[in-house]
Each structure stands twice: as structure tokens, then as C-alpha cells.
């Protein structure tokens, strides 16, 4: 039949049969090497993948409608019981938080005391700021530090304007409690990026509002005009201070400790006496009785009025309200009558907060895990993370600043807010873009708290106290209108995404951002402000020029490379240790397989499981003879190399 066909039938069949010969070998070539073929595959993927993108949270159960009568029941049940667990589980968060601040005061704060006496230091605005962080890390809470200043203002040792970068830096110290508990979900990578970008989202915004407002106020006093102005403008009545969340938490945290804060506040304004004194609090009752007595003084020129003087040649006597505190009723908190020292107890309370903290933190992130799914975590997500429809979809997102203020308001506290939503952020029921504006409302929830609690002042210190807590508030207002009302503005969400990243392939990296950004910064402009405004500039000045020229040159790499020399369009002329953490990562792994060795629990891995690994590198390189002609093939060799790294690493470190 072939021959009957016509010349150019044969010629197209056997160019086709030709065509599928060389497919054939084609398809053979490439499964030749399937495990390149796989990660190729598998990187495909990846990149195709959006780490940001909300996860799917699958309702693995039985539907509601394929139930019985008891089934229904029996899931009701479980669902009420996992609500109430949830709800206690967050009251006991909530009340790890107060006792942990306890903590940090009994730990530090009379150190923090110590610190806001020096008048001359906090003249610095540099050294200001940089002592609100510190004193604010020191205590755990911006409301504490915040009242310490306030009382500093009220007695007359500071003025407002040196007050104002105080006030500034203890916005900064508060946001690390919820960089803390994101640390707690290092476990899973995108969880933990996501967790820990929604968490330093808050820290990004409270910097770049300081490196902008900071110098401003320094330069013009706005900050500083404003309230003076608004306190002049109204005249305001002191009253109460409402008391919301705290009438239920402070039934079981005053049954563990109850601290005296004006110990704190006592040694800033220079009271000597407050420096022997307990900040366990001893007696919740007490009377003190001013009576009006002849006391005897050195001289006349100490005499309380010339007409209350009198000198009898042996002794100058005057009139003097002399106070006496008479104790009515002991407190009843399980340290009343402990006889240990505020040290000691500090930190016993510091290490049983922290296992509560963390403990009651795993539980509520599965239990939300277990509740948030199918249905339920549709509507939520929808609920939490959709805009309102064109054109009012810019408005949702102030809605949210509302919302995070009002909670923040009855929780009394922006860290509490902040650090339960961090979670939510982890798990995917949140959107980053959405945690951002809520962060924002917790900074005017918290500074909402201040305003009222500074009205409660006595009138003599009303004026002071208000203007140093309208200070607060302002300064939030101020960096909201920075960065968010223009999508482009809004940075700090772009940089913890950044940081998110390179935590999630760099967990430890997440330990140094904590450690440089809230300790070893402020403590080297501390220690630049201590030396005086030469040797600030001198340093400082140089540095900043330098990362402003690193910023706009990674800038142009990304956006503009033919801009820039052929030499600095990219980082490859420096060592790799210079401008990659890969290197580092590596540093790290050597010194935690080493820690681990030294450890009777992580014993070294035995001669078999050495065989093993020696064994899967020979079998990675006889499976693949021709793979290293390829360059593309280059990463199995790294991994092989890798492989030997570790070989040599626990034949060197072995016991």
C-alpha cells in the first residue's frame, strides 16, 4: 500500500515519523536527570506562589448538613467549650502582660528611676528619646514611664519641651512586646513571616515618625506650640480616669502582686527617702495625719515665715506641718509578707509571666487553628480583610484605625492589642495590610488612655500633665498623616514585609533585629550623647551620610541600574559576608552544632547515621555523572557540599 502512495505522502510520514524519533529521544534526554527535572518543577511553584497570600484554612470535618441530631449537639458543645477556653486563655494572656510589666519594674525600675534624674542627659533630645526606649523596654509599659515623666513635669524638674523626645522614645519601646510574641511562631516559615512582618510593622512606623518628627520639633517646637496653644485655647476640668478592662484583670493580678508605683516616680524627682523603700506594695490602707508642731531648725533663714520664729539663744524654733502615715490595712497579694528582695521576686514573677505568656500564646493559636475553619474563617477573613466597594474603598482602612483605637481604649493597653493580634496575623486571618492600620489605632487608643488618666491630675499640675499627653497624641496623628493616607507613603508595610522575608529564611536573624534595633542602637546613641554634641555629630553624621548613600544606591539597583556605574550596579565587588547573610547563616549553624555537641541530650549522630550521609553523597554523585557539564546543575553540587560541611562539623566537634 506504501507503494501506491504518492512521493510526497512517504516524504511528510517519514518527516513526521522523524519528528517523533527525535521527540522521543528529546523527552529521554531530559528524564534523564528527573531529580533536576523535579526541582525545577518545584521552583516553578514556588515562584508562582505568593508567600503573602492569605492561606486557605480547610474544614477537614464533617459538614454541618451530613449530621445527625447528637452529631449537631455534640459539635455545639465542643464549639461553646472551645469559646470559653479561648476566652480564658486570652484572660490569662492579658494578665501575663500586667505581671510581666510588674516584673520589669521590680527588676529595673528603680534603675529607670535612677536614669531620668540626671537633668543634664535629658536636655539631649538624642539622649531623651533614647532614654524613653530604654526606660520603656526597662518596665514593659509606655503608660508607667509616660506618668514617671509626667510627674517629673508636674514637680518642675523637667520642662514639656525637654519632655516631648522622652515621651517619643517610650512609643518606640513599647511596640517590642509584640515583636516578642511573634518570635514564639518561628516554628512554621510562613507563619512566622507573617507573624513577625505584622508585628514590626508597629516598630517601622514609631521609627520613621521619630527620624522625621524628632529633628522637626527640635528645629520648631510644632509639637510642642500646638498643645500649648489647645490647652490655652480650653479650659479644661480635671476629673476620673474610667477604669474599663482593668476591673476584671486586676482581681487576679492584685491577688499576685501589687507594686507602688510612686517608689518609681520618687526617685526621678530626687526624694531620698524613696530610694531604701520596697516597691511591693505592703499596706493598701493607710491615713496620714498633718499636724502643725514647734520643730527646731539650724537657723532663721530656715524658719517656714519670719512671724513663725522665734530663737531662744540655744535654738531657733518654727512652726511646720509635720506629716505622720498611720497603716490601717495590710495588702493581700501572695508577696506581702515574702522576705525577699525586689530582685529576687522580679524575676521569679519574670520567668512564671513569660511560661504563662508563651504557654497561653501556643494555646490560643490552636485553638483559633482548630475554630477558624471552612465557613466560620471565610466570613471572618472576609469581614476582617475585604474593602468597602468603589469608590469608598479608602475608607475601610480608617474604619480599622477606629477600630484599633477603640479596643486599644478598652483594654487600656496598645501592647495587649498589639501582641493578640500578632497571632491572628501568623495564622492568616489577618492581612498585613489590614494589621497596619489597627497598630495605628492602638497608638491613639493608648495616647486616649493617657489624656484621660493626666485629667484626673490635681489642678495645679493639670495644664503640665494634659499638654505632655496631648504631646502623645499628636505626635500619632502626625506620623499617620505621614505614612498612610497616600498608598505610597505607607513604607513600614513594604520593610516588614522586607524583614519578614529574611527572617522566615533567616530565623536568628529575627533575635538580632530585636537586639540592635532596641538595645545596641539606643545604647550606642546613648553612649555618643554622653560624650557630648561634638563627638555626636563627629560620628553620627558620617554614618547617617553612608546609609542614606547605601539606601538611594540599592534603590537605583532595583529601579535604575544604568544610572549607576558599571561597578556598583551590584554588591559583587565586596566580600560575601559584606553584603549577604548566607555566609553568616553558616557561622551560626558551626556554632549551634557545636552548642548541641556539648550537650549530654544531643548526643552525636552515630557511626551508622555518619555511613548514611556518606551514602546518600555517593549515591547523589553516581546517579548524576553528567550532571556538572551543565552550569545550571550547580546547586546539587552545593548541596553535596553542604553535606560534607556537616560531616566535618560533627567528626570536629565530636566528644
Known amino acids: 500500500m506504501d507503494s501506491l502512495r504518492p512521493p510526497q505522502a512517504m516524504d511528510s510520514k517519514n518527516k513526521e515519523e522523524n519528528d517523533k524519533k527525535h521527540k522521543t529521544e528529546k523527552n529521554k534526554e531530559v528524564k534523564a536527570s528527573p531529580a533536576h527535572s523535579t526541582m525545577a518543577l518545584i521552583q516553578d511553584e514556588l515562584d508562582k506562589t505568593d508567600a503573602w497570600e492569605l492561606p486557605e484554612l480547610q474544614d477537614t470535618g464533617v459538614p454541618w448538613s451530613a449530621l445527625d441530631t447528637s452529631g449537631k449537639v455534640k459539635r455545639v458543645l465542643v464549639s461553646a467549650a472551645k469559646l470559653l477556653l ?10 501575663s502582660l500586667d505581671i510581666l510589666s510588674s516584673a520589669f519594674q521590680l527588676v529595673g525600675g528603680k534603675t529607670a528611676g535612677d536614669i531620668f534624674q540626671d537633668n543634664t542627659v535629658l536636655s539631649n533630645p538624642l539622649a531623651g528619646l533614647v532614654i524613653g526606649v530604654l526606660v520603656t523596654l526597662l518596665v514593659q509599659s509606655s503608660s508607667t514611664s509616660s506618668s514617671i515623666v509626667v510627674s517629673m513635669v508636674s514637680s518642675g524638674i523637667l520642662t514639656v519641651q525637654v519632655a516631648v523626645p522622652i515621651i517619643m522614645g517610650t512609643n518606640i519601646g513599647t511596640s517590642v512586646t509584640n515583636t516578642l510574641v511573634a518570635m514564639t511562631q518561628a516554628g512554621e516559615r510562613n507563619t512566622f513571616r507573617r507573624a513577625f512582618a505584622g508585628a514590626t510593622v508597629h516598630d517601622f512606623f514609631n521609627w520613621l515618625s521619630v527620624l522625621v518628627l524628632l529633628p522637626l520639633e527640635v528645629a520648631t517646637g510644632y509639637l510642642y506650640i500646638v498643645t500649648k496653644l489647645i490647652i490655652d485655647s480650653f479650659q479644661i476640668e480635671s476629673g476620673e480616669a474610667p477604669d474599663l478592662l482593668n476591673v476584671i484583670t486586676d482581681v487576679l493580678t492584685e491577688s499576685i502582686i501589687q507594686l507602688d508605683k510612686s517608689v518609681i516616680s520618687g526617685i526621678a524627682t530626687g526624694d531620698p527617702e524613696a530610694r531604701n523603700k520596697s516597691l511591693i506594695k505592703k499596706w493598701c490602707k493607710t491615713f496620714t495625719n498633718t499636724t502643725l508642731m514647734n520643730v527646731t531648725v539650724p537657723g532663721p533663714e530656715n524658719c517656714t515665715s519670719p512671724s513663725f520664729c522665734w530663737d531662744d539663744g540655744n535654738y531657733t524654733y518654727t512652726l511646720k506641718n509635720i506629716s505622720e502615715t498611720i497603716n490601717i490595712e495590710k495588702c493581700n497579694h501572695l508577696f506581702v509578707d515574702v522576705d525577699l528582695p525586689d530582685l529576687a521576686i522580679g524575676l521569679i514573677l519574670l520567668a512564671l ?12 493559636v490552636k485553638l483559633l487553628n482548630s475554630m477558624l475553619k471552612g465557613q466560620v474563617a471565610a466570613v471572618i477573613k472576609k469581614i476582617l480583610n475585604t474593602d468597602f466597594p468603589f469608590p469608598f474603598g479608602w475608607v475601610t482602612g480608617y474604619i480599622a484605625i477606629l477600630v484599633g483605637a477603640g479596643m486599644t481604649f478598652i483594654v487600656q493597653s496598645s501592647s495587649v492589642f498589639t501582641s493578640a493580634i500578632t497571632p491572628l496575623v501568623g495564622i492568616g486571618v489577618i492581612s498585613i495590610e489590614r494589621a497596619y492600620p489597627l497598630s495605628l489605632g492602638s497608638n491613639i487608643g493608648t495616647t486616649t488612655t493617657a489624656i484621660l488618666a493626666a485629667m484626673a491630675s490635681p489642678g495645679d499640675t493639670l495644664a503640665n500633665a494634659l499638654q505632655i499627653a496631648l504631646v502623645h497624641f499628636l505626635f500619632n496623628i502626625s506620623g499617620i498623616i505621614l505614612w498612610y493616607p497616600i498608598p505610597f507613603t505607607r513604607i513600614p508595610i513594604r520593610l516588614a514585609k522586607a524583614l519578614g522575608n529574611t527572617t522566615a529564611k533567616y530565623r536568628w536573624f529575627a533575635a538580632v533585629y530585636i537586639i540592635c534595633c532596641f538595645f545596641v542602637l539606643p545604647l550606642f546613641v546613648f553612649s ?12 553620627g553624621v ?34 560575601l559576608w559584606a553584603h549577604s547573610l548566607a555566609p553568616w547563616d553558616k557561622v551560626v549553624g558551626v556554632i549551634t552544632a557545636k552548642c548541641c555537641c556539648c550537650c549530654k541530650c544531643c548526643q552525636i549522630a552515630s557511626p551508622d547515621q555518619d555511613d548514611k550521609l556518606q551514602e546518600s553523597v555517593e549515591e547523589n554523585q553516581n546517579g548524576h555523572p553528567a550532571a556538572y557539564d551543565n552550569p545550571a546543575m550547580s546547586a546539587e553540587k552545593e548541596v553535596e557540599d553542604e553535606i560534607k560541611i556537616e560531616l566535618n562539623i560533627i567528626n570536629m566537634t565530636r566528644l
Open 353 to 364: 509571666s513569660l511560661l504563662v505568656l508563651c504557654s497561653c500564646l501556643i494555646l490560643i
Open 86 to 95: 479561648l476566652l480564658g486563655f486570652l484572660y490569662m494572656f492579658i494578665c
Open 528 to 539: 555618643l550623647s554622653l560624650a557630648g554634641w561634638q563627638v555626636l555629630v563627629g560620628v
Open 542 to 575: 558620617p554614618l547617617l551620610v553612608m546609609l542614606i548613600v547605601i539606601i538611594v544606591i540599592n534603590v537605583l539597583q532595583k529601579r535604575k541600574p544604568s544610572c549607576l556605574p558599571s561597578a556598583l550596579r551590584s554588591w559583587d565587588f565586596l566580600p
